[in-house]
C-alpha cells in the first residue's frame, strides 16, 4: 500500500490558527470601534485638542518674541481644575462597588467547590489586592467630595496634575488668549 503524501491545502496545521486569529482581530476591531465611540461621546478628547492648539500658539508667541529680544510668560494651558463635589461622590461609589464586587468574586470562586480555583489562596490575595487598591482611591475620592477646594496644597497639586481633575478649557477669544499672555522686560536692555 502506497503511503498517503501530505495536501498541502488540508494538512497545513492552519486549520486552527487562521480562525482564531481572525476572531482575535474581530475583537480587537470591535473595541477599537468602541474606544473610538467613547472618545467622541467624552468632552475631554475636544478639551485636550483645544489645550494642545493654545500651547501650540503659546509656543509660537514665545519663540517669536524670543527672537525679538522679550521674553513671555503666561499660563499653563494642559492645566486641571476641580471636579465638582457629586462628580467626586459617584467617583467614590464607583470605586468601592467596584472593589467589594472584585473581592466577592475572589472569595466567591475561593470557596466554589466546582470551580477550578477552589481553594486557591491566589484568588483571595488578586480579590483582596484590587479592593485595597480601588478602595484607597475611593478613599481619595471622598476626602476631595467632603473637604473639597479648602483642602491643604498638596492636594490641589494633585488636583491639577493628575486625572483626579478635569480638563481647563483654554481662553476661546484670541484677545483672552492674547491677555493671558504677559511680556518680561529683560534687565539691561
Known amino acids: 500500500m502506497a503511503e498517503r503524501r501530505p495536501d498541502p491545502v488540508r494538512d497545513d496545521g492552519l486549520h486552527v490558527f487562521v480562525p482564531a486569529l481572525m476572531g482575535v482581530g474581530?475583537?480587537?476591531?470591535?473595541?477599537?470601534?468602541?474606544?473610538?465611540?467613547?472618545?467622541?461621546?467624552?468632552?475631554?478628547?475636544?478639551?485636550?485638542?483645544?489645550?494642545?492648539?493654545?500651547a501650540g500658539a503659546k509656543g509660537v508667541v514665545i519663540s517669536v518674541?524670543?527672537?525679538a529680544?522679550?521674553?513671555i510668560?503666561?499660563?499653563?494651558?494642559?492645566?486641571?481644575?476641580?471636579?465638582?463635589?457629586?462628580?467626586?461622590?459617584?467617583?467614590?461609589a464607583g470605586f468601592a462597588g467596584v472593589g467589594a464586587a472584585a473581592l466577592l468574586a475572589g472569595l466567591l470562586a475561593f470557596n466554589d467547590d466546582a470551580g477550578?480555583?477552589?481553594?486557591?489562596?491566589?484568588?483571595?490575595?488578586?480579590g483582596?489586592?484590587?479592593?485595597?487598591?480601588?478602595?484607597?482611591?475611593?478613599l481619595q475620592l471622598l476626602f476631595f467630595a467632603i473637604v473639597y477646594r479648602r483642602s491643604f496644597r498638596a492636594a490641589h497639586v494633585l488636583i491639577e496634575t493628575t486625572w483626579f481633575g478635569?480638563?481647563?478649557?483654554?481662553?476661546?477669544?484670541?484677545?483672552?488668549?492674547?491677555?493671558s499672555l504677559r511680556l518680561i522686560e529683560r534687565e539691561g536692555k
Open 26 to 54: 474581530m475583537i480587537v476591531s470591535g473595541l477599537l470601534v468602541i474606544a473610538d465611540w467613547l472618545n467622541h461621546m467624552l468632552p475631554n478628547g475636544r478639551v485636550r485638542r483645544k489645550q494642545e492648539i493654545a
Open 65 to 67: 518674541a524670543e527672537a
Open 69 to 71: 529680544g522679550h521674553e
Open 73 to 92: 510668560a503666561g499660563p499653563d494651558f494642559r492645566s486641571r481644575e476641580w471636579r465638582s463635589r457629586w462628580a467626586y461622590a459617584l467617583g467614590v
Open 116 to 126: 477550578l480555583f477552589y481553594r486557591n489562596p491566589w484568588m483571595v490575595g488578586l
Open 128 to 138: 483582596a489586592g484590587t479592593a485595597a487598591v480601588l478602595g484607597l482611591v475611593a
Open 166 to 179: 478635569r480638563l481647563k478649557s483654554p481662553p476661546r477669544d484670541p484677545s483672552e488668549f492674547a491677555g
